[in-house]
């Protein structure tokens, strides 16, 4: 059956959908359901188009919905957040141990660097700061060996953490002689050239 004149557009569209889907499974349609299916069929739509644009709304603003279905996101082994630390706060020992033991190498390679910048903010060659890049650490730092030693462990850091590598423990103890090769050259200024910190194994070439 047609739907009367006064049905809009729109639910006459839903009335022949539902009378084709009526064709389609022998069931045949009559007056009193083609009306109510097409509502079903329009708030369904519109029902499923707000979840995609609320989806798309949360993914952009980078909001964990996996936690409202009572889940939540992955997460290291130890929890650390990145965002507040201060390395003035920090008991590195103890929590680079925790990290080791964990078999969390990229944490504790991190923790590692921010030891790293601890010890030389302590000497005064560089000023720390939460938000400040490690590049501009770098840069307040003089040419020489110290300054090279701290390019190839920052360099070593970020390809770790940034690039997200999975360290086994013998790359991971690699990446830690980087950043005590600076800590040495901490107590060595007399030192003449920097140690070897970058290798091939953890970097690319």
């Known amino acids: 059956m047609e739907p009367d ?4 557009a ?5 009335a022949r959908v539902w009378r084709w889907l009526s064709r389609l499974l022998g069931k045949p349609s009559s007056s009193g359901t083609w009306s109510s299916w097409s509502q079903a069929w ?13 989806y798309a709304v949360l993914k952009l603003l980078q909001v964990d919905i996996t936690a409202a279905f009572g889940r939540s996101a992955r997460r ?3 929890a650390y957040d990145t965002a507040t630390e201060n390395i003035h706060e920090v008991d590195f020992t103890t929590r680079i141990a ?13 923790l590692g660097y ?3 910048l601890k010890h030389l903010t302590d000497r005064g060659l560089i000023q720390w700061q939460a938000d400040k890049t490690n590049h501009a650490y770098l840069a307040e730092l003089a040419a020489g060996p110290l300054r090279e030693a701290f390019r190839g462990a920052t360099r070593q850091f970020e390809y770790v953490w940034y690039g997200e590598l999975r360290l086994n423990a013998a790359l991971y ?3 830690r002689a980087g950043q005590r090769a600076v800590t040495a050259l901490l107590g060595t200024r007399a030192a003449t050239a ?4 970058v290798s091939p194994n953890i970097l690319p070439a």
Do not use: H, M
């Not at 004149?5 to 809009?8: F, L, Y």
């Not at 329009?42 to 609320?54: P, Q």
């Open 76 to 78: 290291g082994l130890l």
């Open 173 to 175: 103890q690699q990446a």
């Open 194 to 197: 920097p140690p070897a910190v």
């Open 5 to 8: 004149a006064s049905t809009d």
């Open 42 to 54: 329009k708030y369904g739509f519109y029902a499923a188009l707000l979840a995609v644009l609320a």
């Open 114 to 116: 921010l030891e790293v």
């Open 10 to 14: 729109w639910d006459a569209f839903w």
């Open 98 to 110: 925790e990290a080791e033991e964990a078999g969390n190498f990229r944490l504790a390679t991190r």
